[in-house]
């Protein structure tokens, strides 16, 4: 029912900014209904498991961060545009990995990669030193 779409992954040099973005699409998005969905970034790196990165509710804009990116990365969405964006500055190596859009009907900002319901296919992110 929800398709989600990530975009803007790319090779950055340490200490610099990219912005990643995940278009989300659907019979639930074209409704009032996706006002009740919460969005969420996760990334995994080789070899290590996926991790909660931030999140935020499409109504309302509550955001959460991870305590490794607070400060340095801002979560925002587009109502319009039914894209939800992760501007990241700052970037170290620690920060690469494939990062993941993830979507759920939620009312409560939700950290865990098992509780989301759908995902995206993910975005390569390559900070080099």
């Known amino acids: 029912q929800v398709q989600l779409v990530e975009s803007g992954g790319g090779l950055v040099q340490a200490g610099g900014s990219l912005r990643i973005s995940c278009a989300a699409s659907g019979r639930t998005f074209s409704s009032s209904i996706f006002s009740n969905y919460v969005m969420g970034w996760f990334r995994q790196a080789p070899g290590k498991e996926r991790e909660f990165v931030s999140a935020?509710?499409?109504?309302?804009?509550?955001?959460t961060y991870a305590d490794s990116v607070k400060g340095r990365f801002s979560i925002s969405r587009d109502n319009a545009k039914n894209t939800v964006y992760l501007q990241m500055n700052s970037l170290t190596p620690e920060d690469t990995a494939v990062y993941y859009c993830?979507?759920?009907?939620?009312?409560?900002?939700?950290?865990?990669?098992?509780?989301?319901?759908?995902w995206g296919q993910g975005t390569q992110v390559t900070v080099s030193s």
């Open positions: 993830a979507a759920r009907a939620a009312i409560v900002l939700l950290t865990t990669a098992r509780e989301y319901e759908y």
């Open positions: 935020i509710m499409w109504s309302g804009g509550r955001t």
